[in-house]
């Protein structure tokens, strides 16, 4: 048994905010879970310190599945975001409490490795084609077999998932939300030409990612899908929104473009008929945001089933204990597609040291027993969280848009 005896939530800000749980044992074992929803991050820290950790204290950590089910049906209140990251804030926890009591890292205890590492795609973004093509070319060459392009579009002032700096992105970018333009006549346009540039410049021997966050219809993703044919993109991301899961029925009418969705999913309901009508290629649910490992297990389990691989949210607003967590789960998982890695910025690794490495294309979490990832609470205290938000988007005559 290792008793819970205290559990902490610590809310900090290095760069930009993330809320870390920390779970402690009567043997003094602690372990970490990441529960940072991006613009709502106290709503989470709340859930977490007001009504959850009074009902962890006594427990036997080893119970992960036991404490997950009481989490998720003894809330009465099921599923929606809040209560999903918070319920994976716990599952990480306990699942790096039970390694490192094993001695074991995370992945030896979810039934071994199934490969020699997770590939990793970067972020390859510009205000235009060729700024975009160069910084694809600057990843090429740091050893990255997949690479995403996001460019600017001709006529928008700005495009969300265009980063201004080459290497890190934050899209929390204001104290409230800045309001973005968009124009989808302008952005198809615009797309087809960026792949060209991006085979023509990179040949075929590396994947070419695009991320349209939400902001096509059906069909105008399928139009898209189809104009991206000749590329060969490894995938098309959050086409569509994806609430009416049947939309994809339309998108799968009209390309063969392989498509990902899922990042703002928190459980298998809000994906089950994408994967059980093979309306999707990639299932992009998140450790931190679907429930945590166990969770995020039994999602790839069933896309297993339909041939839908796996291919996590990693952007920077998951936090280091986020990233490890998931490549844990993503080296044991047997249907693993491809794993997001926006790297964090070294304030942020300072106060999340951790073992997990970047090499050849590739990430591997280490074998540190447990998630391999600690915090520096001393440093995390000198960066006290501030509010910031995630744009919102409009279209040019000011309809509030998707996102
Ligand atoms: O695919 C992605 O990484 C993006 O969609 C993210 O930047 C996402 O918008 C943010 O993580 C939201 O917080
Ligand atoms: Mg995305």
Avoid at 147 to 162: D, F, K
Avoid at 278 to 305: F, K
Avoid at 355 to 373: E, I
């Amino acid at each position: 048994m290792s008793i819970i005896t205290d559990a902490r939530v610590i809310v900090t800000s290095p760069g930009r905010n993330f809320v870390t749980l920390e779970v402690r044992t009567k043997d003094g074992v602690t372990g970490l879970g990441d529960a940072t929803l991006n613009g709502r991050e106290l709503s989470v820290a709340s859930y977490l310190g007001d009504h959850v950790i009074p009902c962890l204290i006594g427990r036997d950590a080893h119970r992960i599945e036991d404490i997950w089910q009481y989490l998720y049906k003894g809330a009465y209140w099921r599923r929606g975001p809040v209560t999903m990251t918070a319920i994976a804030a716990v599952d990480m926890a306990l699942w790096d409490i039970k390694g490192k009591v094993a001695g074991l890292p995370v992945y030896q205890l979810l039934g071994g490795a199934s490969r020699e590492g997770c590939m990793v795609y970067g972020h390859a973004n510009g205000a235009s084609i060729e700024a975009t093509i160069e910084a694809a070319l600057d990843y090429r060459e740091q050893g990255y077999k997949a690479i995403r392009l996001q460019s600017g579009v001709p006529g928008l002032a700005s495009t969300y998932g265009v980063s201004k700096d080459r290497y890190f992105y934050e899209p929390a970018d204001a104290d409230l939300p800045s309001e973005n333009l968009w124009s989808t006549e302008k952005y198809l346009r615009s797309v087809p030409p960026l792949f060209e540039a991006g085979r023509e410049g990179l040949g075929w021997d590396v994947h070419l990612l695009h991320d349209v966050h939400h902001r096509l219809t059906p069909i105008e993703a399928g139009r898209l899908g189809r104009d991206l044919e000749p590329y060969r993109p490894f995938w098309l991301e959050d086409a569509t929104p994806a609430e009416n899961q049947e939309a994809f029925r339309l998108i799968r009418r009209h390309t063969t473009t392989p498509l990902a969705v899922g990042e703002i999913f928190n459980s298998v309901h809000d994906c089950r008929q994408l994967i059980q009508e093979q309306l999707i290629d990639y299932v992009r649910a998140t450790v931190v945001h679907a429930g945590g490992i166990t969770h995020l297990r039994r999602i790839a389990a069933l896309a297993d089933l339909y041939q839908v691989r796996t291919g996590c949210h990693g952007a920077t607003d998951l936090s280091p204990v986020s990233m490890a967590a998931a490549l844990h789960f993503g080296l044991s998982v047997p249907n693993f597609g491809i794993q997001e890695y926006m790297r964090h910025t070294p304030e942020t690794d300072a106060v999340f040291p951790h073992a997990y490495r970047f090499q050849d294309g590739m990430m591997h979490p280490g074998d540190t027993p447990g998630l391999g990832v600690d915090i520096d609470e001393t440093l995390a205290a000198k960066h006290p969280y501030k509010r910031a938000y995630l744009p919102v988007n409009r279209l040019q005559d000011g309809t509030l848009f998707n996102w």
